[in-house]
């Protein structure tokens, strides 16, 4: 029976994705809501009947005690059949009722809305640029992604849970009321009137509140991650204090709008304890007057105090479901502003798969500046012949990087056109753009995941003969088979780390390498590869990537430049323009820029005086 209503609605349905997602609360949510439509239908029909059930066993207990008026020896004669059909509803069908309704709502809509919501927001903000990502806190878009699924999830448990049902229990409050007296509905209609303006009053300021309180812990979750993921630079630097004063100036700020909003809940209560007291005596004394007059039973003076005393104690639980339902509201708006931002960076509508022949590329006016003034590349030309090995020397920011990061398509180009084989990249699709470039960088993090799945990222169906074969060429199957982590998974199944910190810098390099290897893409770039390893490991590994760069068009870029004196080409960057570019001997020739680059190495000198030997 579980199984059947957990499985009415399938959270990962197939959906049109957009690049333009709705931007107001409602729109957002109707788009997410869609496959629960019919649900959402029934269940909200099914809290309509329960409550008129409600209302329907107080109107009963009414008329039991007007029957009590009656000849006792005569109640079960006359009355019997009644009282044993109502006994059977009450304990048949009523439960079957309130099952049906409860089934709907924690079975099929509560598992299921929070788990769509989580599904489509994570692959929604996996669509977004790298551009995107640098611009924020990866902890406050985890903490946004996490809390708008169980705040969406709270607002439509509210909706059906608490609100449809409250309305119908009141509406079913004000005819069972008119059908005893229409004047007992006066009083119910003045407190509903008073209990409303309190609702306005409330929900008002709520909604701003906990949006402000949701927006602060968010801002706290993304100082203390931040803290967290760079924990070696705040022991090294020995700045706890710095941090805690850091994460308690945002911890303070949090704690403020918390009181803000709580202060409201304050108000409300009081009020509301106020207006209840009108309520009950409005009713219940009116019914009293018109029982003293003989215009009321005595089953409607205790139908109208249970009716009451009822929506007495029900008054605070709809309140507060109310406020809930807007203050998850403001948690869901919090959280539209990370999952709704619009995706820039994408693909054309009649994008191709890249068709990859030779390998050649044309930069043609490149120019990226970053939305900036300055920095990145102007204007550049450059053109990289197949199976030509490039090698890419500059001051730090002279644009090497970003040239790297346009060339992959992190970033659109301000101006200008990138070709591979005749093709502008602008114009094929990103993931295969991306699937034909193998890239080392100098920051070398892994995925917390095991030694097997950070290599075979690479190439996911490659067999483990091949991977192997890929760890042993990065000179890294060794190190492998000795690592062990905390769960007692050795080699290739131990894991990393979040972002491979359990490891070294070299033994985190080689790994990358060997998933560099196993993809084997036409196309390579080197950033600053073998930097994090030391000269014996590096020697061997330089062997390597000379190996790799076999029949590939290559890009390596280097600050030790002897690394990669050998390229077929050098390509000297300064200021976002190409000012020298040539063989190794050629610049030393030129005695320009280059040069003063070498000389400023003497490794580079004692390398080539042992080669001239």
């Given at each position: 029976?579980?199984?059947?209503?957990?499985?009415?609605?399938?959270?990962?349905?197939?959906?049109?994705?957009?690049?333009?997602?709705?931007?107001?609360?409602?729109?957002?949510?109707?788009?997410?809501?869609?496959?629960?439509?019919?649900?959402?239908?029934?269940?909200?029909?099914?809290?309509?009947?329960?409550?008129?059930?409600?209302?329907?066993?107080?109107?009963?207990?009414?008329?039991?005690?007007?029957l009590?008026?009656?000849?006792?020896?005569?109640?079960?004669?006359?009355?019997?059949?009644?009282?044993?059909?109502?006994?059977?509803?009450?304990?048949?069908?009523?439960?079957?009722?309130?099952?049906?309704?409860?089934?709907?709502?924690?079975?099929?809509?509560?598992?299921?809305?929070?788990?769509?919501?989580?599904?489509?927001?994570?692959?929604?903000?996996?669509?977004q640029?790298?551009?995107?990502?640098?611009?924020?806190?990866?902890?406050?878009?985890?903490?946004?992604?996490?809390?708008?699924?169980?705040?969406?999830?709270?607002?439509?448990f509210?909706?059906?849970?608490?609100?449809?049902?409250?309305?119908?229990?009141?509406?079913?409050?004000?005819i069972?009321?008119?059908?005893?007296?229409?004047?007992?509905?006066?009083?119910?209609?003045?407190?509903?009137?008073?209990?409303?303006?309190?609702?306005?009053?409330?929900?008002?300021?709520?909604?701003?509140?906990?949006?402000?309180?949701?927006?602060?812990?968010?801002?706290?979750?993304?100082?203390?991650?931040?803290?967290?993921?760079?924990?070696?630079?705040?022991?090294?630097?020995?700045?706890?204090?710095?941090?805690?004063?850091?994460?308690?100036?945002?911890?303070?700020?949090?704690?403020?709008?918390?009181?803000?909003?709580?202060?409201?809940?304050?108000?409300?209560?009081?009020?509301?304890?106020?207006?209840?007291?009108?309520?009950?005596?409005?009713?219940?004394?009116?019914?009293?007057?018109?029982?003293?007059?003989?215009?009321?039973?005595?089953?409607?003076?205790?139908?109208?105090?249970?009716?009451?005393?009822?929506?007495?104690?029900?008054?605070?639980?709809?309140?507060?479901?109310?406020?809930?339902?807007?203050?998850?509201?403001?948690?869901?708006?919090?959280?539209?502003?990370?999952?709704?931002?619009?995706?820039?960076?994408?693909?054309?509508?009649?994008?191709?798969?890249?068709?990859?022949?030779?390998?050649?590329?044309?930069?043609?006016?490149l120019?990226?500046?970053?939305?900036?003034?300055?920095?990145?590349?102007?204007?550049?030309?450059?053109?990289?012949k197949?199976?030509?090995?490039?090698?890419?020397?500059?001051?730090?920011?002279?644009?090497?990087?970003?040239?790297?990061?346009?060339?992959?398509?992190f970033?659109?180009?301000?101006?200008?056109?990138?070709?591979?084989?005749?093709?502008?990249?602008?114009?094929?699709?990103?993931?295969?753009?991306?699937?034909?470039?193998?890239?080392?960088?100098?920051?070398?993090?892994?995925?917390?995941?095991?030694v097997?799945?950070?290599?075979l990222?690479?190439?996911?169906?490659?067999?483990?003969?091949?991977?192997?074969?890929?760890?042993?060429?990065?000179?890294?199957?060794?190190?492998i088979?000795?690592?062990?982590?905390?769960?007692?998974?050795s080699g290739?199944?131990?894991?990393?780390?979040?972002?491979?910190?359990?490891?070294?810098?070299?033994?985190?390099?080689?790994?990358?390498?060997?998933?560099?290897?196993?993809k084997?893409?036409?196309?390579l770039?080197?950033?600053?590869?073998?930097?994090?390893?030391?000269?014996?490991?590096?020697?061997?590994?330089?062997?390597?990537?000379?190996?790799?760069?076999?029949?590939?068009?290559?890009?390596?870029?280097?600050?030790?430049?002897?690394?990669?004196?050998?390229?077929?080409?050098?390509?000297?960057?300064?200021?976002?323009?190409?000012?020298?570019?040539?063989?190794?001997?050629?610049?030393?020739?030129?005695?320009?820029?280059?040069?003063?680059?070498?000389?400023?190495?003497?490794?580079?000198?004692?390398?080539?005086?042992?080669?001239?030997?």
């Amino acid at each position: 029976m579980f199984r059947f209503f957990e499985n009415l609605v399938d959270p990962y349905v197939d959906y049109p994705e957009t690049n333009r997602p709705p931007r107001t609360l409602w729109p957002f949510l109707k788009a997410y809501m869609g496959p629960f439509k019919t649900v959402f239908w029934i269940t909200g029909l099914m809290s309509i009947v329960v409550a008129a059930i409600e209302i329907w066993l107080i109107y009963y207990m009414g008329r039991l005690v007007d029957l009590l008026g009656t000849d006792p020896s005569k109640m079960w004669t006359d009355y019997g059949t009644e009282m044993i059909l109502v006994g059977l509803f009450i304990l048949l069908i009523r439960p079957a009722l309130q099952g049906l309704d409860v089934l709907l709502l924690n079975n099929a809509i509560m598992p299921n809305v929070g788990t769509l919501i989580r599904w489509r927001a994570h692959r929604q903000v996996l669509r977004q640029s790298v551009g995107w990502f640098e611009n924020d806190f990866a902890g406050r878009i985890a903490n946004r992604i996490m809390q708008t699924p169980p705040a969406a999830g709270e607002v439509v448990f509210q909706v059906f849970d608490a609100i449809s049902y409250s309305l119908a229990y009141m509406i079913g409050a004000a005819i069972l009321l008119s059908t005893s007296d229409w004047r007992l509905m006066l009083p119910l209609l003045i407190w509903f009137v008073l209990y409303g303006a309190l609702v306005r009053w409330t929900v008002k300021r709520v909604g701003p509140a906990s949006q402000a309180a949701s927006d602060a812990r968010s801002e706290v979750t993304g100082r203390v991650v931040d803290s967290y993921t760079n924990i070696h630079s705040v022991k090294m630097f020995a700045h706890h204090d710095l941090e805690t004063d850091f994460a308690k100036e945002a911890i303070e700020n949090a704690r403020a709008t918390f009181q803000r909003e709580m202060r409201i809940f304050t108000v409300m209560d009081v009020v509301l304890v106020a207006l209840n007291g009108v309520l009950i005596i409005g009713v219940v004394g009116w019914a009293l007057a018109l029982w003293t007059v003989g215009e009321a039973s005595v089953g409607v003076v205790a139908a109208a105090a249970a009716l009451t005393l009822r929506l007495n104690s029900m008054t605070g639980w709809i309140m507060w479901a109310l406020s809930s339902f807007f203050r998850e509201l403001g948690v869901v708006a919090e959280g539209m502003e990370t999952i709704a931002q619009p995706i820039e960076l994408v693909d054309e509508a009649d994008a191709k798969p890249l068709a990859l022949s030779d390998g050649r590329i044309e930069m043609t006016g490149l120019t990226h500046h970053y939305g900036r003034a300055s920095g990145g590349l102007q204007g550049l030309n450059l053109t990289i012949k197949p199976g030509e090995r490039i090698g890419l020397v500059g001051r730090s920011g002279a644009g090497k990087s970003t040239l790297v990061k346009l060339l992959l398509r992190f970033y659109e180009a301000e101006d200008g056109r990138i070709e591979i084989d005749g093709q502008a990249i602008r114009h094929v699709t990103q993931d295969s753009l991306r699937q034909a470039i193998g890239m080392v960088q100098q920051d070398s993090s892994l995925l917390h995941r095991s030694v097997r799945d950070n290599i075979l990222y690479g190439k996911p169906g490659a067999s483990e003969a091949e991977m192997i074969a890929a760890a042993k060429q990065a000179q890294a199957h060794e190190f492998i088979l000795d690592l062990t982590d905390p769960e007692g998974r050795s080699g290739y199944d131990a894991r990393v780390g979040e972002r491979g910190v359990k490891l070294s810098g070299g033994q985190r390099q080689r790994i990358t390498l060997a998933r560099v290897i196993l993809k084997d893409a036409p196309i390579l770039l080197l950033d600053e590869a073998t930097s994090a390893l030391d000269s014996e490991v590096e020697a061997a590994i330089q062997q390597t990537l000379y190996g790799m760069m076999a029949g590939k068009t290559v890009i390596a870029i280097a600050h030790r430049l002897s690394t990669i004196a050998q390229m077929d080409r050098i390509v000297v960057l300064d200021q976002g323009h190409i000012v020298e570019e040539g063989t190794h001997d050629a610049l030393l020739a030129q005695d320009g820029l280059y040069a003063d680059f070498w000389g400023r190495q003497s490794g580079g000198f004692l390398k080539l005086e042992d080669e001239d030997a």
